[in-house]
């Protein structure tokens, strides 16, 4: 999801393969997701850890899939502002070099982290309907409509919780990271199409574009969904943008 450095291993880090994936986990990953989710009721902490790791692991392998498409290898890492889904250097003649991507490989890799999470989102959502439950749809901003509420044919609060958040989290925030802000997979993705469209000046509309969404969608964040959380995140991203261009405008 968010894009930051990768923390150094630790001798806690969780470490295991997925289809040949690499995976590491640092340990803080635990405990930023755990004060996260932090809520009066006890039962919903194991839950949304699970939720979350499960969700954030099938986003990075859509990204680590994407990669393995057009040759190249990658590996994940779960930490404490999100996962990442690092590129392996190849041997290239005497050194080192990563598998060149054209820009519209770069969009499907991009695209296929939240795509892998709508994908699970379809899956759980199916299974709801076929052992006899339903989904109901929410109105988002009234004009967006999001199957985000499953109703079970049995009465378990704990897979009732399991699955609406399940599909909150792969849907909701699938959505949000697809907003075109950077670090974000959205921003990505808007660098690699106005790039095409303007090679030199694409990276610096690019940054502008996402001071310009990451300021709208922290507003609509506070008004809208009261969402502290929101706006803060997208309220920091703009700003990162927005220390870029100055970064850019002064030549470094
Ligand atoms: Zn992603």
Do not use: C
Not at 9 to 29: E, N, S
Not at 110 to 115: F, R, V
Not at 124 to 131: A, D, E, N, R, S
């Amino acid at each position: 999801m968010l894009m930051f450095q990768s923390p150094p291993p630790t001798r806690y880090d969780l470490r295991f393969t997925i289809a040949d994936i690499p995976i590491r986990v640092h340990p803080l990953f635990w405990l930023i997701t755990l004060l996260l989710g932090a809520s009066g009721d006890i039962l919903l902490l194991p839950i949304w850890l699970l939720v979350i790791f499960v969700s954030l692991l099938v986003h990075e392998l859509g990204h680590a899939l994407a990669f393995r498409r057009y040759g190249q290898r990658s590996h994940i890492v779960l930490h404490f502002a999100g996962g990442l889904t690092i590129p392996e250097p190849v041997t290239w003649g005497s050194g080192l070099a990563n598998v060149s991507l054209s820009p519209n490989q770069q969009i499907f890799i991009s695209i296929a982290g939240p795509g892998a999470g709508f994908l699970l989102a379809g899956l759980v959502i199916g299974i709801v309907i076929l052992t006899g439950g339903s989904v109901l749809t929410t109105w988002l901003l009234g004009i967006l409509p999001l199957p985000l509420t499953a109703v079970l044919p049995f009465d378990s609060r704990i897979l009732n919780l399991l699955v609406t958040l399940l599909l909150w989290v792969n849907i909701f925030w699938g959505l949000v990271n697809l907003m075109p802000v950077f670090p974000l997979d959205g921003g990505q993705v808007a660098r690699n199409v106005l790039i095409q469209y303007d090679p030199l000046d694409g990276v610096r509309k690019s940054l502008w574009l996402s001071v310009i969404a990451g300021g709208i969608i922290a507003l609509v964040g506070l008004i809208f969904f009261r969402s502290i959380f929101m706006a803060l995140l997208f309220g920091l991203l703009a700003f990162q943008s927005y220390q870029s261009l100055q970064g850019r405008a002064m030549g470094f």
